[in-house]
């Protein structure tokens, strides 16, 4: 390997680099909020749930969670194509912020007690609710209803015991491996509902393969805020974010985004929430 003679002008070339990046060269996490020059933000998003977070066969994304993440980058200085999306699957959120493995987290990501020891969160921007989702012509319109049908879930999933245990003890559980396979079953008839966020079963019964097929219970059996997280401490970028948040309810961009990614399933969504106030 042949090594390059160090000279003086290297050096003087060095130094100034240096003393360019220090003075200027923000990185691409920084807290500065500012998008310019090549550096680019790297956001978490769930790559499998139609209609909130999806990654298309051509390699672009859609849905509700990506349409938020988005418009918070353009207020945060970023273009659109200085956007990094990663992959966060539920489990590995709290992690990925802590590693800084992206600069903030929009994942169907519930604002918890518990989750708040470990992450900040900015909003809440979205109030789903736990609800079933049921073929267009089931008789099926109260979580009573169940006792008797079969309910489906993910695996791992505490929406389906949820009801088995409080509301409907006669509900048989099936856990399947995703929600595509449960949309199999329902469609199937080999389960009678489906239960998780009503945002979510939104996301797949707006498909253009499922249209009209199904539809929401609209039932309340829970409240979930949708919240932004952000690494532990960093209150500069919440704080950032949930003006940009304010800002797309204002300009009527959060309610095109509702509209255009939950409009064909029907989803009756709650208005846009109040930055801090979570619903118990």
Not at 12 to 27: H, K, N, P, R, S
Not at 117 to 140: E, M, N, R
């Amino acid at each position: 390997m042949k090594l390059r003679k160090f000279t003086a002008a290297s050096a003087v070339a060095l130094t100034l680099a240096l003393t360019a990046t220090a003075c200027g060269g923000d990185d691409k996490d920084s807290d500065s909020g500012s998008g310019s020059g090549g550096d680019k933000i790297k956001i978490g998003i769930k790559y499998d749930q139609p209609g909130l977070g999806l990654k298309q066969p051509d390699g672009s994304f859609s849905g509700f969670d990506v349409d938020v993440a988005a418009y918070v980058a353009k207020e945060l200085g970023y273009k659109e194509d200085q956007i990094e999306w990663v992959e966060t699957k539920s489990a590995d959120r709290e992690n990925a912020l802590a590693r800084g493995d992206v600069k903030f987290i929009a994942a169907t990501y519930s604002i918890t007690d518990e989750r708040k020891q470990k992450v900040d969160f900015a909003g809440p921007y979205l109030l789903a609710h736990q609800d079933l989702l049921v073929k267009a012509d089931s008789d099926i319109s109260k979580a009573t209803d169940l006792n008797g049908k079969k309910l489906c879930s993910v695996t791992g999933s505490t929406s389906a015991q949820n009801v088995k245990d409080t509301i409907a003890p006669k509900a048989q559980l099936r856990e399947y491996s995703g929600y595509s396979e449960c949309l199999a079953g329902l469609q199937s008839g080999a389960v009678d509902a489906l239960t998780t966020d009503d945002s979510i079963l939104a996301g797949f019964a707006a498909q253009d393969k499922y249209q009209g097929q199904f539809k929401l219970a609209g039932l309340k059996l829970s409240n979930e805020n949708y919240g932004i997280g952000v690494k532990k401490g960093d209150s500069a970028t919440v704080d950032k974010i949930n003006k940009a948040l304010e800002k797309m309810v204002s300009d009527g961009s959060w309610e095109k985004a509702v509209k255009d990614n939950f409009g064909p399933a029907n989803y009756k969504n709650e208005p846009a929430p109040k930055i801090g106030q979570i619903v118990k």
